[in-house]
C-alpha cells in the first residue's frame, strides 16, 4: 500500500498507451522480441554458485518448477495517463516467488519459505515506469532501462530474508487490531512466518517529472508492514511507515533468530535509496532554486560528512503511548547515482523511518560564489567562501568536476617552488569545485563549493 501528500500531478504523453488486465499473470516473452507486460528471464543462483534459468509457470495449477514467479497488476493498467488512486499512483504492479517446498508441515505456523539462494527476473513493462520498488527481501541488484522504443525493462535480483507476520486467522482479526492497538510492541506475536521470504512491488506515479527523478530508487526490508505515508517534495522529508511483529511464533525454529524472549526477529533492517537526481529535485523544490543533480552528486562525493545533508528518525513507542520521533544513527554510503542509506532498525516496533534531507549551505543559490566568464579568482577565495581556515604557510589546491570542465578551469603557476591556483570561468553555467586546505601539519580540510559563472 502506497500513500503519498504533497505532489502535484499532471497528464503526460502515453508512449504506446499500453495496458493490461489485472488477475492476469505476465506470460514469458519467449522468441518475441517486442513482447511487453512478459517475464523476459528468471534465473535461480544456489548459494554454491550455480545459476541455472527457469521458465516461469503462469498459472497456479500444474507441473510447477521447484521456483517459480509471476508478475500481475493489482488493478487495470490502462496506461501512464490512466485514473491515479487518490493518492496519486496508478496501479501497482507486484512479483511473487514460490517454491515447491514452502509448505508448513503438520499444521506449523511458520512455513520454509523459499530456498535459499539469489533470485533475478528481467521483466518488460511496457510504458509502466516505475518510480519505486519495495521489496520485501534482501536487495542485491536492480535497474530500470528505457528503450529506444519508449518502453521499460526491470532487471532485479534478491535474496530472501526470514519474515513474521500477523495475520486475520478465519473471522477473526482480534489478533490484528490488538497488535495495531498496542503499536506492535512487545506483547504483539506473530501468528504466521516463513524463515525465507521474498517479494517486490512497483509503484509508479502520474507526474512525470518527480517519477523519472525517482526511477531507480528502492526500499528494502522484511518489514510485514510498508507504506510511503510522505514523499514530500516541499519538507524535502520521506517517510515509511515499516512495521512488524516484535516475536516470532513458537516453530520458528532458527539460531541466532533472536535473544530477547527467545524468539525475537532480529535484526529487522530496513534500506532505501535515493537517486541523486531526486535528492536534487528536492532540494530545488524547497530553496526554489536550481539545484542540479551534478551539484548534488559533487557534494555527496566529495564531503566527509553526509550527515549535513542526511538525518534519519525512527518512531519509538511503548504499550499505550504514541510513538515518538527518535533520531536515528543512520549507515550512509554513495555509488554512481545515488545514496543508500541502511536505518540501523534491532525490531520493529513501529519504527516508521523518516528520512530528512538538508540542503547543505554551499549548494543553495544564495550561497553560490560567482565569477565572469574568462575571470579568474585564488584559490584561496575559493577556501575563504567555504569558511575553510587558511592558516600561515597552508597549501590551498582547487580540483574542477569532470562535468565541470567545459565551464570552468584551474591555472596553475609556480614560482620558487611554491604552486598558486586560481580559478577561471570559460563560459556560462554552474562549475562544481573541490577546494582543499592542507596545513603545514595536520589533516587536510575539504569542501564543494558551486561557482556561478555569468
Request: include cysteine; glycine fraction near 8%.
Amino acid at each position: 500500500m502506497l500513500a503519498s501528500s504533497a505532489l502535484v500531478f499532471s497528464p503526460v504523453a502515453s508512449v504506446q498507451a499500453l495496458s493490461f488486465d489485472s488477475g492476469k499473470n505476465f506470460p514469458v516473452c519467449g522468441s518475441d522480441a517486442a513482447a511487453e507486460f512478459c517475464i523476459e528471464k528468471f534465473e535461480f543462483t544456489t548459494t554454491g554458485g550455480v545459476t541455472r534459468s527457469v521458465t516461469p509457470a503462469i498459472e497456479s495449477m500444474g507441473n510447477l518448477p521447484e521456483v517459480n514467479v509471476t508478475a500481475s497488476f493489482f488493478q487495470n493498467y490502462t496506461g501512464p495517463t490512466g485514473t491515479p488512486d487518490s493518492s496519486g499512483f496508478l496501479p501497482a504492479l507486484g512479483l511473487n516467488f514460490y517454491d515447491t517446498g514452502s509448505n508448513a508441515v503438520g499444521g506449523a505456523s511458520t512455513a520454509e519459505g523459499l530456498r535459499d539462494g539469489t533470485y533475478r527476473v528481467v521483466l518488460r513493462t511496457g510504458d509502466y515506469d516505475p518510480s519505486l520498488m519495495t521489496l520485501t527481501g534482501q536487495f542485491n541488484s536492480y535497474s530500470v532501462v528505457q528503450g529506444a522504443d519508449g518502453n521499460f525493462t526491470i532487471d532485479i535480483s534478491a535474496k530472501p530474508k526470514s519474515l513474521a507476520r500477523v495475520v486475520q486467522m478465519g473471522s477473526d482479526d482480534s489478533v490484528v487490531k490488538t497488535c495495531e492497538a498496542n503499536n506492535w510492541v512487545t506483547s504483539c506475536a506473530a501468528n504466521q512466518a516463513s524463515r525465507l521470504y521474498i517479494d517486490a512491488s512497483f509503484s509508479m506515479f502520474y507526474d512525470s517529472q518527480f517519477r523519472s527523478a525517482m526511477r531507480g530508487a528502492w526500499i528494502s526490508t522484511n518489514a510485514s508492514t510498508t507504506q510511503i505515508s510522505t514523499a514530500d517534495l516541499l519538507t524535502g522529508q520521506v517517510n515509511v511507515i515499516a512495521k512488524g511483529p516484535h516475536t516470532v511464533p513458537t516453530d520458528f525454529g532458527v539460531t541466532g533468530a533472536g535473544e530477547e524472549n527467545g524468539k525475537q526477529l532480529n535484526p529487522a533492517f530496513f534500506e532505501e535509496y535515493l537517486p541523486f537526481s531526486l535528492i536534487s529535485k528536492m532540494m530545488s523544490q524547497v530553496n526554489s532554486a536550481d539545484i542540479t543533480t551534478e551539484m548534488v552528486k559533487s557534494f555527496f562525493t566529495n564531503t566527509t560528512d553526509l550527515t549535513s545533508a542526511l538525518s534519519g528518525s525512527i518512531s519509538v513507542s511503548t504499550s499505550g503511548q504514541a510513538p515518538v520521533a527518535t533520531a536515528q544513527s543512520l549507515g550512509i554510503t554513495t555509488d554512481a547515482s545515488g545514496v543508500r542509506v541502511n536505518f540501523n532498525l534491532t525490531h520493529f516496533s513501529a519504527p516508521n523511518p523518516s528520512l530528512k534531507i538538508t540542503t547543505p549551505v554551499v549548494l543553495i543559490p544564495a550561497n553560490i560564489l560567482s565569477i565572469k566568464a574568462k575571470a579568474t579568482t585564488s584559490a584561496a577565495a575559493v577556501a575563504t567562501f567555504a569558511k575553510l581556515v587558511v592558516a600561515p604557510k597552508s597549501t590551498v589546491s582547487l580540483k574542477v568536476a569532470n562535468a565541470s570542465k567545459t565551464i570552468c578551469t584551474v591555472l596553475s603557476t609556480k614560482v620558487k617552488g611554491v604552486t598558486t591556483m586560481k580559478l577561471k570561468g570559460l563560459k556560462k553555467g554552474t562549475c562544481n569545485v573541490t577546494v582543499i586546505v592542507t596545513p603545514k601539519k595536520g589533516a587536510a580540510k575539504r569542501a564543494v563549493v558551486p561557482v556561478s559563472i555569468t
